[in-house]
Each structure stands twice: as C-alpha cells, then as structure tokens.
C-alpha cells in the first residue's frame, strides 16, 4: 500500500474484481445463512465472526448488503487499511483500529454502530494474530450488545495459500466451494469472571476451528488448511 489514495483505491478496484471474479465464476454452496438473514431482514444487528486465513471471500460470507449494513473492523497496519478499501467497493462500512486505541474505545464504536441496526464483521484472530487464536473482544461485544455472535467459514476445492502471517486462503477462478455459516453454541454471562471469559473465548476459537476444518474437509482437503 502506498501513500497516494489515488492509487490505493486503484489498488483496492483490482483486488475486488478478483474477488467477483473468482467467486462468479464458480460454484459455492452456502449453508446456514438463512437465519442470520432472517436476524437481519427483522432489524437485529449480529455480530459475524471468522479467520483471518478466510477473509478473500469476506463480501459473500454475509447476507447481501441490501438486507441489511454490514461494518468491518480493520486494522492500521497498510494491509488492514487496503483490506478496509477492498471490503468498502462491496458497500461495507469499516471502522478503523488505531494502533494505541483502547478497547473500551473501540466497543463503544461498535455499540454505537450495532444500535444503528449495523451488523459488525470481525476476523476473531486479527489484526496481527497469533493464527487461529480467537481474541475475547468479540465476546465482550456480545455481552455489551445482548446481540448473538454467527461464526462463518469458506473453503474451495481449488485455491493457494500466501505466505503471511495468517497464510491467507486465495480461492482460484472456476472452481467450487462451499460457505458455512452457524450461531456460536455458548450462552454469554451478563458479567463472566476471567475464567467464564476464557473458557468461551476457547470455545468460540474451537467452535470457528472446526467449522473451517469441515469446510475444507467438505472440499476434498485431506487435511484442515488452517
């Protein structure tokens, strides 16, 4: 990412028609969207959650922005704010994460945002890892909220993986795949104890882990690409 926002947003175009591309001229199955829809359709705002190494398919992995606003937290990292412009050209609003903001600071934005009727997207993992190793954040937004967390994963039977941090799942034109999507299975306490708050904060990493693993499996991988 440079520093000129002409080119940025260049930048931002072509790695969203990729992303068209890839997933338009392919077949996915999608698995458990209808209800978050129904959630969204009814003005209740949810919280999504995913891995970071799943986000290339981020815009689809969501009910279709005319059912409802969508707002996807990013990071200040250069990658994170060109991933903010890639998800905006599919009408996603994003709200930045400042390197030395709080997060009391940031879950009062998202409140806020989610009693706009604003459903939050989140990579449980990010912005900068460890891979796969859920933060509590989305957990504290929940109980903020009383709104539910949908965990969501994609998987394709053609794609490669980068060598980032996260090794970032890229799914190849022409090929198939299938999108899963389910409601977090833990019940959150009004004001959990440290130990309550870990113990779901694994459950919901376990929770994501295993759905991404069927996911792959359902695509042929022999082995979980995570």
Request: net charge positive; proline share 7%; charged share 20%.
């Amino acid at each position: 990412m440079s520093n000129s926002p002409r080119l940025n947003r260049f930048l931002a175009r072509r790695f969203a028609a990729y992303i068209r591309f890839a997933y338009r001229t392919s077949t996915y199955s999608c698995e458990g969207m209808e209800e978050i829809s129904a959630e969204i359709r009814a003005g209740r705002p949810v919280i999504m959650g995913l891995m970071h190494q799943r986000l290339m398919l981020s815009p689809f992995m969501f009910p279709p922005r005319e059912e409802g606003d969508i707002c996807s937290i990013t990071s200040a990292a250069k990658a994170g704010k060109l991933a903010g412009l890639v998800q905006e050209e599919f009408g996603f609003q994003t709200v930045p994460l400042p390197r030395k903001q709080s997060h009391v600071a940031l879950s009062r934005a998202i409140v806020g945002k989610m009693r706009e009727g604003v459903s939050v997207g989140f990579a449980v993992d990010g912005p900068s890892g460890p891979s796969g190793v859920a933060k509590t954040v989305p957990l504290a937004w929940a109980r903020l909220t009383g709104r539910p967390i949908y965990l969501t994963a994609f998987s394709a039977r053609r794609g490669f993986r980068l060598g980032t941090w996260d090794r970032l799942f890229v799914p190849l034109p022409w090929t198939s795949g299938v999108i899963l999507c389910e409601r977090f299975a833990e019940d959150m306490p009004k004001k959990p104890t440290e130990t309550e708050t870990e113990a779901l904060r694994l459950a919901l990493e376990t929770q994501l882990t295993a759905l991404c693993a069927r996911a792959d499996t359902a695509c042929g991988h022999s082995t979980p690409l995570l």
